[in-house]
């Protein structure tokens, strides 16, 4: 397992990096915006080493998906879990912001391709916003923690998700 440590000097973007112990060649980062926030960690020197990321941030970031909470997954050389990616640019309504745009009914922009939670088989509130409230990495275990209740408003008084 790989050792975070908050680094002393932020990014130009406002993201606060860390600083990573053991030989990595991916860094987690935390935005202190409303910004994309992941946690990342990969050992360049083993190749079927444990990768987890997951996001937290705000769903109407630009190129922003319905997948707060979401998360990809290596282990032993092989991705398990997996993000689907952006569609087509050219879809109607592709751009669009409201809670009512087209744009969340692609298949690839909405919940429902993501590796998040589906309450009612209903996606995430367009307007949401999660963050990080627990983080922590030592040598023996990890673990990082989401709110996102506001995801899944007025469905759920209180949705947390984590990963360790």
Not at 13 to 23: A, K, Q
Not at 34 to 55: E, H, M, Q, S
Not at 85 to 102: C, E, M, Q, V
Not at 136 to 162: C, E, F, M, N
Request: proline share 2%; net charge negative.
């Amino acid at each position: 397992m790989t050792i975070l440590r908050e680094s002393t000097q932020p990014a130009v973007d406002g993201r606060v990096l860390f600083s990573v112990e053991n030989d990595v060649d991916e860094y987690a980062v935390r935005t202190v915006s409303t910004d994309i926030l992941y946690a990342l960690v990969r050992d360049r020197n083993d190749p079927g080493a444990l990768f987890v990321g997951f996001k937290a941030g705000y769903n109407q970031v630009n190129h922003g998906h319905l997948d707060l909470g979401n998360f990809e997954l290596d282990a032993l050389g092989v991705r398990w879990a997996r993000d689907l990616g952006s569609d087509n640019y050219n879809l109607p309504d592709y751009w669009g912001r409201s809670k009512d745009a087209t744009r969340w009914t692609y298949y690839r922009l909405n919940s429902l391709s993501h590796n998040v939670c589906t309450l009612n088989d209903e996606s995430q509130d367009v307007m949401a916003e999660a963050s990080f409230k627990k983080f922590h990495s030592q040598t023996d275990a990890a673990h990082a923690v989401v709110d996102l209740t506001s995801a899944y408003t007025p469905i759920s008084a209180k949705s947390l998700r984590g990963i360790a």
